[in-house]
């Protein structure tokens, strides 16, 4: 059965050929376009193709993105290359947009069928000489496309990226600190096949160090020279091109947990709709309230900062912080983000009101204090020689909301949140 369903993933997420040739056609044109700028310019930097494209292992998906490296000569190590970058494709009268990281690079609509992600670096001899970390993506093409050549590894690779992204696990961004397209190829060219994948990563209860190259000579050796804040994820996959580095340092606990249930599910009962990215359906949240006594919210974020993983990680911290403001007052029972590309997200509440809210307030030799927190509550109880307080609550939470929302309204904007939609349709 789980055989016969990887088979029809495969189909379902292979991009046709005439997809292939469509993005080689205008990626061809572009990159011609713009080396005669470079030349014209005397610029000493060449391109190169990165990215799932280059490696084979891209997946069919709304639209496809092609990641396209401009390498600068050491010359140039000292010099903005985001602004020559801009200034090259200005000439051309590319349209873009600049991304802000920690190095600039650009985004190229190109077509309904793809964009291409236009990224600076500069070019070194060896990894450890890579200033930042977008250097490295070069040695990775090359060390993927060296040991992958088997049409079969490629397809896993497919299969498990296709699976990772339906799980809302795909990607090494704040907002999702999931499994980076690298970190799944090296992965799946570990343990052959996407099958075997999964059912490792079930078994996975403390930290797991995969050493492909085994660049280190045990445990001990990887904790000794890694630094230890790249050692916080669960899994330390050690980079083959580079061992100070964990591929996997994005991968939090939180999500690498919703993967291995996920994972299990699948092997319990394979199904398609695991390679399919499932929307919450309102109306089973409804049911689900209803039959929990509980209140139902939806709220519709927006941010006015970048798209991408500045506004995604943005609008995830904002919902974060507004449970944790909530849970004050309520049992969350369930709760969920999603961000929706450009500057959107949205968010899903289950809780049920507290009966009864608890004060924290000064220690009882405190006299002073004490007999003003006394003033301002009714029913008061010592714990602890700390006196406390309870008040009656049943503030409905849509209600608890937009009183929240208008009496923060400065602190929301100070996030970088310019609105809150507050919904319980």
Known sequence: MGKLVLKEVLKKINPSKEEIKEISVY???????TEREIKKQNIKADFFIGGSYAKKTLIKKGIYDVDVFLRFDQFYKTKDISNLTENVLN???IDYIRIHGSRDYFKINVSKLFFIELIPVIKVRKSEDAENITDLSYFHVLYIKKKIKEQKILDEIKIAKAFCHAQN???????INGFSGYALELLIYYYKSFSKFIKEMTKIEDKKIIDIEKLYKNKIDVSINMN???????IILIDPTYKERNALA???????KKFKKSCNEFLKNPSLKYFEEQKKDLNKLREKAKKGKLEFIRLELETDRQEGDIAGTKLLKFFNYLVKEIRKFYEIKDNEFRYLGNKKGEGFILAKSKKYIEFIGPFIDDKENSNLFKKKHKEIFVKKKRIYAKEDFNKKLNEFLKEWKSINSQKV???G????EILND
């Open 27 to 33: 990626l061809n044109d572009i990159l011609q376009k």
């Open 91 to 93: 000439k051309v009268k």
């Open 169 to 175: 696990c795909y990607g090494a961004e704040s907002y």
């Open 228 to 234: 230890s804040s790249k050692m916080q994820s669960p």
């Open 250 to 256: 994005a991968l939090s606990q939180e999500t690498f």
């Open 413 to 415: 904007l100070d996030m």
């Open 417 to 420: 949140i310019i609105n809150v």
